[in-house]
Structures are given as C-alpha cells and as structure tokens.
C-alpha cells in the first residue's frame, strides 16, 4: 500500500514538473526573443564564488587574492553564458563590469571583454552609496541605445538595488530602457547548466 501510495505522489511530482518546465522555458525564450531586437540592457549577478557573504576582512579592489573570487563551477558557469549568446546570435554593443575581480573574470570569460564601471560596485555591506550608485546605474541603463545590447556584471545587492530583484549567480535580469532614467524589467532567466 505505502508503495503505491508513493508511486502516486511521484506521478503527481512529475505532472507538476512537467508543467512547470515548460513554462519557465517559455519564459526564457520570450526574453531571448526581445534581446535578440536589441536595444536591452542585460544585468548578470556573477557567478558562483567561493564560500562566504560580502567582502573577506583586508579586501582591496587591486588584489584578486584577497577577494572572494570564481570556482570552477563559477567559471564554467560563465563560458556556458557566453556560449548561449553566441548561439542566438544576440548582439552586444558593450560590456561594463563592477570593478570586483568575480564580475570582470564572469565579463572576461562570457563576452571576451570587460570595461570597468565604479556604479556597478558591490553594495552590501555600503549602504551609504546606494543612493549615487542607484541615480548612475538608472543613467546607464537609460541612456542605452544602441542596436545591440548592453551587459553589465555586477553584484546581487547591487542588482537588487536597482531593479527589486535579487538574482542568484549567474542570472540575468534583462531590462529595457525608457526616458529620464527609467526602465521596465523584461523578465529573469539562468542562461547556463545547473
């Protein structure tokens, strides 16, 4: 009896999935359909890091050695990103990155380039920047025009911050740029393998 009743919460495991994954591919591939017109703004959360919140204790910007930087996992994690633009063939006018050494290496490995920009810094643990960081990362994302899209690395505090969304690693949140600083969160997406 206890086996049949299993298999019966397992068929019900699998019914539910089998909606569930359908969908959230749909939803993927509305958003890759707007960003193949260009003209987006792609936030991504870095990918995975070492273990650990926030910045180690003595952390500085010009030593990669005293940050929390990519795994493997976080590395391939950010090729497979990359690899996934290419086989759409969505365009990319330009790639900024926080200057924190796991978003430019998550840039670096995805896209092949990263130019450094201080508004996309890490904000947790610095609140008392938000405001300004907020005001230009609302200036960059609105001020993009171009044919193609615009991706900018940064950090799930900072991402937060600016959208209400808090992306996990390696996540994209793609927004489309309006007039005077505003923008409209297209949608979510995990552009890599679990």
Sequence with gaps: ????????VVRWILLIAGFVAPSYALANEAVWNVLAA???????????????????????????GSQRNLTDEGRRHAREIGDAFRRRGIAIDRVQSSLWCRCLETARLAFGQA?????LGNLFGRHEQATSQVEAMRMLVSAHRGPGNLVLVSHGSTISALTGHSPAPGELVVLSPLADGAFRVVGRMVAHRE
């Design 38 to 64: 260009g003209g987006q703004v792609v936030m991504i959360r870095h990918t995975v890091t070492t273990p650990g919140v926030g910045d180690p204790a003595g952390m500085r910007l010009d030593d990669c």
């Design 1 to 8: 009896m206890i086996f049949f009743a299993a298999c019966y």
């Design 115 to 119: 130019e450094r920009e201080a508004a």
